[in-house]
Structure formats: structure tokens, C-alpha cells
């Protein structure tokens, strides 16, 4: 069960199964930070505000067979997967770095983007999306993950390209990117369990030789 903080977001409870373990999922409470956006291109620099969201589809899977253990949230009903939770406990700092210019990312055929991070020849993918959250003022930006989880061998790389934050950042506050008038992180959902073919890709920085 999750319940609504911030206008959307989810602030998680912790999950119990049917044997009543719990599982915290305070590691995926929201957060909000201040990020200086650099000046670019004739277009000054501002202080922006970051709201940071977790999806459900982090620690979930679809429904694979009646002895599912299911969590929801307000908008679908999944089943709860260890190996996903498991590695959720590290997207807090996946998600710093890439916002401190650590971790690059990539462009997605869905829209959004992807930060990869490679450990012991294992690729987790770290899905997210950046909307403008006017509501909370003009220089306001919702950064939502939408999906993280270990990526297919098997499957072609779910990105394109290497971007740094401050310039995904800027498209979004300077009207280059596409825009919804009022993002409801609700709708954010996983879209890239069976990603598209794309050519192979240089070495990400950050990742391990």
C-alpha cells in the first residue's frame, strides 16, 4: 500500500508479505533538491527546484501466477519482486549521480531516458522521466523513475546517444523537449520491458572496463 505526499508522488509503506515480512521502501521516498542549472547559449542560468519520485514498477513485475505476492499502488497491481527490490536500494545514488554529472544518460524510443550501470558485466537499467511541475513554480521539474531493473543480455540496449543532466535539464525548462501541461506521475509507467533494436553503443562513462 502506498499513500499520496506532494501532490502525486508516493511516499511508500513498507511492504509486507503473505508470511509477514517487511520489506521498507523508505529508500524510495520522495525528495527534493536545488540544482544550478548552467547558463547556455544566450539562455541564463537559474536555481531550479527537483522533486524526486519512485515508481512501483522499481521493485515489481507484471503478474506471472496466482502465488504472486501483489503490491499497488493507485493506479495498477503488480507482483513484488526481490531482485528488483533488492537493487532499488541503489537508485538513490544512481539518481545523484546522474544529477551531479557522474552518470550519464541516454535517449529511449519511449520518450524518456535511461542511466545505466554496469556491475560485474550485470546492466541495471534506471528508467526516468523530467517533466516541468509548474505548479510548484515556473522553475520547478519532476523527476520521476519510472523502471529500474537488470537488463536482458539477450536484448538489444534500451538507449540511444550520452547526454549530461544539465543539458536534459535545460531542453526541458527552455521548451525543447515535449511537455505535458500538468505531469501526473501516476501515468509514468514502465514501457521498456522489451525494447526496440538499436546498433551497439560506445562504453558509458561511469561504468566499469
Not at 91 to 107: A, D, F, K, W
Not at 116 to 130: I, K, M, P, Q
Not at 168 to 177: S, V
Amino acid at each position: 500500500m502506498a499513500v499520496n505526499w506532494s501532490g502525486g508522488l508516493i511516499r511508500w509503506m513498507p511492504h509486507r508479505d503473505r508470511q509477514g515480512k517487511a520489506f521498507p521502501l523508505n529508500h524510495l521516498h520522495p525528495f527534493r533538491l536545488n540544482y544550478a542549472l548552467l547558463a547556455a547559449k544566450g539562455h541564463p542560468g537559474r536555481e531550479v527546484v527537483l522533486y524526486v519520485g519512485f515508481g512501483l514498477h522499481c521493485f515489481s513485475v507484471q503478474r506471472r501466477g496466482a502465488d504472486d505476492d501483489m503490491i499497488s499502488d493507485n493506479r495498477e497491481c503488480r507482483a513484488f519482486d526481490g531482485v528488483r527490490y533488492t537493487l532499488s536500494k541503489r537508485l538513490p545514488e544512481i539518481i545523484r549521480h546522474v544529477i551531479e554529472g557522474r552518470q550519464s544518460c541516454e535517449r529511449t524510443a519511449a520518450d524518456n531516458y535511461v542511466a545505466v550501470r554496469l556491475d560485474s558485466g550485470e546492466r541495471y537499467g534506471v528508467f526516468f522521466n523530467l517533466k516541468r511541475w509548474k505548479r510548484h513554480g515556473s522553475n520547478s521539474v519532476l523527476l520521476l523513475v519510472q523502471s529500474a531493473y537488470p537488463l536482458d543480455p539477450r536484448k538489444p540496449h534500451p538507449g540511444k546517444g550520452r547526454y549530461s543532466f544539465n543539458l536534459l535539464l535545460g531542453e526541458i525548462l527552455r521548451g525543447r523537449a515535449k511537455q505535458d501541461d500538468e505531469p501526473d506521475p501516476r501515468r509514468f509507467a514502465d514501457v521498456l520491458e522489451a525494447p526496440q533494436e538499436r546498433k551497439p553503443r560506445p562504453a558509458m562513462l561511469g561504468e566499469a572496463p
